[in-house]
């Protein structure tokens, strides 16, 4: 059964750094594209940034400033996203997707809180 498992969500002070893990089974993570993306409490998910099968890194409207950026380990079939300098506008649900040719799978998710 194809899945992808997010982890390392916690409580952060501002400026502070953290990064996700997203552990795929079922599929190969470097063979597809994997994004994160992040969810506000009432606004839209929008996708933060994402690598492909190429290993190029996608940046996505709003997150071109290199806080955020994307690595994956072909070894554990794991992809993270390390967080820098994270303010409390960045608290929200990080989610992590595979596009597998053309199909999406989601994760459930892991809260990421920014405050002091």
């Known amino acids: 059964q194809m899945q992808v498992v997010e982890s390392g969500g916690g409580l952060v002070q501002p400026g502070g750094s953290l990064r996700l893990s997203c552990v795929a089974s079922g599929f190969t993570a470097s063979e597809n594209l994997m994004q994160w993306f992040r969810q506000v409490p009432g606004k839209e998910r929008e996708p933060v940034v994402g690598?492909?099968?190429?290993?190029?890194?996608?940046r996505y409207r709003g997150f071109t400033g290199g806080r955020f950026t994307v690595s994956r380990d072909n070894a554990k079939n794991t992809v993270y996203l390390q967080m820098n300098s994270l303010s409390p506008e960045d608290t929200a649900v990080y989610y992590c997707?595979?596009?597998?040719?053309?199909?999406?799978?989601w994760g459930r998710g892991t809260l990421v809180t920014v405050s002091s």
């Open positions: 997707s595979a596009n597998i040719r053309g199909n999406i799978l």
């Open positions: 690598l492909d099968a190429g290993n190029s890194i996608l």
